[in-house]
């Protein structure tokens, strides 16, 4: 976001820790040199306080990691290899099989953006699935050397403390403050949007340190503590990650952003706006970078829009009672203000009373501050935006906005308003730290109110839902499929215990074979997955029909359907009536489909 003024300077009465005299804002790493008649053996006060910087730096992610692994994490580094996460969802196991994708791909000469791997025998474009290319060339070191699931369980273990750390930075660099950029940081990256998003194992929403780095660029770079090309180089780099990391938070930015020039500019003054408005150009330049880099991305985007993507918008935006309710409802004893029989809220848009007390409470005694005036009324857009077209109570609508038709242009209209709560976090972290860090004849209040805030996001976040067992059969693990399965073949694969247990299978052997399904997203999967297929992963073909299938099994070359161990047998009416054969091994039931190709079923 673009901040209105000279963070240098400070706008802001307090001090650093330690000091009443030093501006809270001024920044920790780039003081004056304090004695410059020191002796020459002596290490300058400015060194001094860069390496308290790095060493805070370090205890602040050595502080958040630690809180993570006690939180639930701890069996995703003890035991890196297996499957564990929300092994029940679709979405981990997708995630893992993007993080062996993009790195095969790239190595063997193909197109990321389209894959005839799976949703054999067609293919796919993969325009529209979140395959998290940016974290898959990250990991492909350590997915090379130890395969896909210990890169997704080693990200899952680091998101949260890295996006809280990144917050971290932000506040550190805004206020001074150790402690209260600890608190802010923690108040971002530990936020229901985070937190909610990672039981989910959806790595393109909770790995969020990109946002809070733009942020600190930006504040640097109005302290002009780096030159114009290497902000501009640095910003186009971070702005196309997001992209590729996730085109619609890379969107929902586009949007906030001009807000956020505007309401600088206006509130900069007149010595400080023409700053203003050099920085809004060097971002504009690396806008044209970013997307000259995605052209690609943009244009397979733009060839194969899913119609599935089609939504309402005010059912995915965040209603009013979910700031103050968690959906866990244990906020504090308001679940009775939550009627039963209403529909779910979108996930990560809980904030708590007690935070949103020292929104307020800032706003109120600092209003005076232009950084203070900035913050409150990005907070304010940033909700207002996350509500979508109209505020709603416990799934009521009770106001439409004036604005509301923007909800429902093309491409627009299938955005998640809720998701937008990322940048509400974000502004609502730096207030934290800002506010803590301010002067107070009761700091000690200020802490309380704040630990109440962290403590009930805390206890509202939930639990990963981490199943301590290998999750992939041996018959993967053990290499015992090349013995049974040609490379190349398509195969299908049925697991009702286990979600996408098909491309984890697929990414665990580096694409051995071919797969018919895989489930990549909910409109992809409506549109394009071969009906017997769906019905046996879902419905399990209660009433078969058989020729259909053995229509299927001939069209697309299968040449064995693999069913993990414990499955509900749905399938067996189906397998039964086509004589299939099979043999169990290593927690697998192979079935040839040889029969039906070969000899007519």
């Excluded at 029989?341 to 706003?363: N, R």
């Amino acid at each position: 976001m673009s901040a209105p003024v000279d963070l240098s300077k400070g706008d802001i009465d307090g001090g650093d820790e330690g000091s009443t005299s030093a501006p809270l804002t001024s920044p920790p790493l780039t003081s004056p040199p304090l004695a410059s008649a020191a002796p020459a053996a002596e290490t300058p006060p400015e060194r001094l306080r860069f390496g308290q910087a790095i060493r805070h730096g370090f205890v602040a992610l050595g502080i958040y990691l630690v809180l993570w692994l006690l939180a639930g994490a701890l069996p995703l580094v003890i035991h890196p290899g297996w499957a564990q996460l929300n092994q029940g969802g679709m979405d981990p196991n997708f995630y893992v099989w993007g993080l062996r994708w993009w790195p095969y791909a790239l190595s063997h000469g193909l197109n990321p953006l389209n894959s005839s791997l799976v949703q054999a025998p067609t293919g796919i474009s993969l325009a529209w699935t979140t395959t998290i290319p940016p974290l898959a060339v990250l990991a492909w070191p350590l997915t090379a050397v130890a395969g896909p699931i210990v890169s997704f369980n080693v990200l899952v273990a680091l998101s949260i403390p890295v996006s809280a750390w990144a917050g971290y930075l932000l506040c550190r660099r805004i206020t001074g403050r150790f402690a209260a950029s600890l608190a802010g940081g923690f108040v971002y990256g530990f936020s229901s949007y985070m937190t909610s998003h990672i039981l989910s194992g959806q790595l393109n929403l909770s790995f969020g340190p990109l946002l809070p780095l733009m942020a600190y660029l930006v504040v640097v770079r109005l302290e002009k503590r780096i030159n114009v090309v290497v902000f501009t180089a640095l910003m186009a780099v971070a702005l196309t990650a997001q992209f590729y990391l996730f085109l619609e938070t890379f969107a929902d930015l586009t949007a906030i952003l001009p807000i956020a020039i505007v309401l600088g500019y206006i509130i900069a003054g007149k010595q400080r706006r023409p700053e203003v408005a050099k920085l809004t150009g060097l971002i504009g330049i690396a806008y044209v970078v970013s997307v000259a880099a995605s052209a690609p991305y943009i244009s397979a985007v733009l060839r194969h829009t899913p119609q599935g993507f089609v939504r309402w918008p005010g059912g995915m935006a965040l209603d009013a009672m979910s700031v103050v309710i968690a959906r866990s409802g244990n906020s504090l004893g308001l679940v009775p203000l939550r009627p039963e029989g209403i529909p779910s809220w979108p996930h990560g848009g809980f904030v708590g009373i007690a935070l949103l007390v020292v929104a307020i409470a800032l706003a109120v005694t600092k209003w005076s501050s232009k950084t203070v005036r900035f913050l409150t009324v990005m907070l304010v857009a940033c909700f207002l935006a996350a509500l979508g077209p109209a505020i709603r109570v416990n799934g009521v609508p009770r106001f439409t906005f004036p604005w509301a038709h923007l909800w429902y242009l093309p491409l627009v209209r299938s955005s998640f308003p809720s998701r937008i709560m990322v940048f509400t976090f974000l502004v609502l972290a730096v207030m934290t730290a800002v506010w803590l860090a301010g002067p107070s004849p009761r700091e000690w209040l200020r802490w309380i109110v704040v630990w109440i805030g962290i403590v009930t996001i805390a206890t509202n976040s939930g639990q990963l839902g981490v199943h301590q067992a290998p999750g992939v059969p041996s018959f993967i693990t053990s290499g015992q499929y090349r013995h049974y399965v040609k490379p190349g073949s398509t195969v299908v694969v049925i697991a009702t215990h286990t979600g996408n247990a098909g491309l984890l299978w697929q990414a665990d052997t580096d694409f051995y074979f071919r797969l018919a399904g895989g489930y990549l997203n909910e409109a992809i999967a409506q549109s394009s997955m071969p009906l017997p297929v769906i019905e046996l992963l879902t419905h399990g073909m209660n009433t078969p029909d058989v020729d259909q299938f053995r229509s299927f099994v001939r069209t697309a070359k299968i040449s064995a359907i693999l069913v993990q161990a414990g499955s509900v047998r749905w399938w067996a009416v189906i397998f039964t009536k086509l004589h299939m054969r099979h043999v169990n091994v290593g927690g697998v039931t192979l079935y040839r489909t040889s029969q039906i190709i070969y000899k007519g079923g």
